[in-house]
């Protein structure tokens, strides 16, 4: 079956400080990749999505930045934190359906 | 473009009393349309989806929607509602404009409610 796996749950940075989450996925190959973030009291928006190795687009300028160096894993990163950077963070994958992983909940301080 | 639109960022119900929660979308097609569930601190889950096939569409925990082309509509209800369905709710649009990217368009959210 697949599944997804997403770390850390929690994370809490300092202002300035680099950023590095993670996200795999099992069982399945070429998956599509997403990375979302929830800001508070926001709906979820699309920062990156990847359709293969090395693929990524952006979907909105910012501080952050979205690595996909095999099949299936997608690492989203930071030189250097901001404070609006916090919020909570989701990969997902796209094959039938979508499957969200677990989050990471991103406190810059 | 499309978009969605969730006309309620807060419902509030007592326990045992229907649920509705609207959402309107904006789409050139037919789109694919989901509602999923966050519950604090966890990740998404689907609870239903609408994919060209019937426009009354069940979903997980009682839940249902109904696809309504005429008016745009994808409301989530459900006729009795449990302390456990307490959470945040999303209405999401899947954009056909992108090939094969599948990027999902999110609407703001509504926080649900129940009071014992």
């Known amino acids: 079956s697949q599944t997804i796996h997403q770390w850390p749950a929690t994370l809490v940075q300092p202002v300035g400080s680099p950023l590095s989450l993670e996200c795999t996925v099992e069982?399945?190959?070429?998956?599509?990749l997403y990375w979302y973030r929830q800001a508070a009291g926001r709906g979820l928006q699309l920062l990156f999505y990847?359709?293969?190795?090395?693929?990524i687009s952006s979907e909105v300028p910012q501080n952050l930045s979205a690595s996909r160096p095999q099949d299936r894993q997608f690492i989203l990163s930071s030189k250097k934190l901001l404070l609006s950077d916090s919020g909570f963070y989701l990969c997902?994958?796209?094959?039938?359906?979508?499957?969200f992983g677990s989050g990471t909940r991103l406190t810059v301080v | 473009a499309q978009s969605v639109t969730q006309l309620d960022s807060h419902v509030s119900v007592s326990e045992g009393t229907p649920v509705l929660l609207r959402c309107n979308y904006s789409?050139?097609?037919?789109?694919?349309l989901f509602w999923y569930v966050q519950h604090p601190n966890k990740g998404l889950q689907l609870l239903l989806k609408?994919?060209?096939?019937?426009?009354l569409v069940k979903g997980i925990n009682g839940f249902e929607a109904e696809f309504k082309k005429s008016e745009t509509s994808f409301h989530l209800t459900k006729p009795s509602a449990h302390m456990s369905d307490a959470a945040e709710y999303f209405c999401?649009?899947?954009?056909?404009?992108?090939?094969?990217?599948?990027?999902?368009?999110f609407g703001q959210g509504t926080t649900l409610q129940v009071k014992p």
């Open positions: 789409s050139s097609y037919s789109p694919s």
């Open positions: 999401v649009v899947s954009d056909f404009y992108s090939g094969n990217t599948g990027k999902l368009i």
């Open positions: 997902a994958w796209k094959g039938n359906g979508y499957t």
């Open positions: 069982g399945t190959s070429n998956p599509n």
């Open positions: 990847s359709v293969g190795i090395g693929q």
């Open positions: 609408y994919t060209s096939a019937a426009t």
